[in-house]
């Protein structure tokens, strides 16, 4: 069963940080990019950040210095480390297999609010 697992959402106040992680099984990882995407309440779902089988990253302009993504091809897992957080940060963000066919998970809330 294909699956893709994000964890470590919540409540944060301004300023503060929160670390996502995301669990992959049932399909291969290590060859492929990996995505964090984010959709907030009447928007379009956007790109955050990616990195790829090398490690090389890229980051959505509004995110870069504060948001570090990293993987773990050992674990299949892929983090993102958000700092600075803002309430413009708010979002559901999910996770993404950058492939053909792609994976999507679940997604996990992330409140920034004071």
């Known amino acids: 069963q294909v699956q893709l697992v994000e964890a470590g959402g919540g409540l944060v106040q301004p300023g503060g940080s929160l670390r996502l992680s995301c669990a992959a099984s049932?399909?291969?990882?290590?060859?492929?990019?990996m995505g964090w995407y984010r959709q907030a309440p009447g928007k379009q779902r956007e790109l955050v950040a990616v990195i790829n089988s090398g490690g090389s990253t890229n980051y959505a302009d509004s995110v870069k210095g504060r948001f570090t993504i990293s993987r773990d091809n050992a674990k299949k897992t892929v983090s993102l480390q958000m700092n600075s957080l803002k309430p413009e940060d708010t979002a559901v963000y999910y996770c993404?297999?950058?492939?053909?066919?792609?994976?999507w998970g679940q997604g996990t809330q992330v409140t920034v609010s004071s």
């Open positions: 993404h297999r950058e492939s053909v066919p792609d994976y």
């Open positions: 049932g399909i291969m990882f290590r060859s492929y990019a």
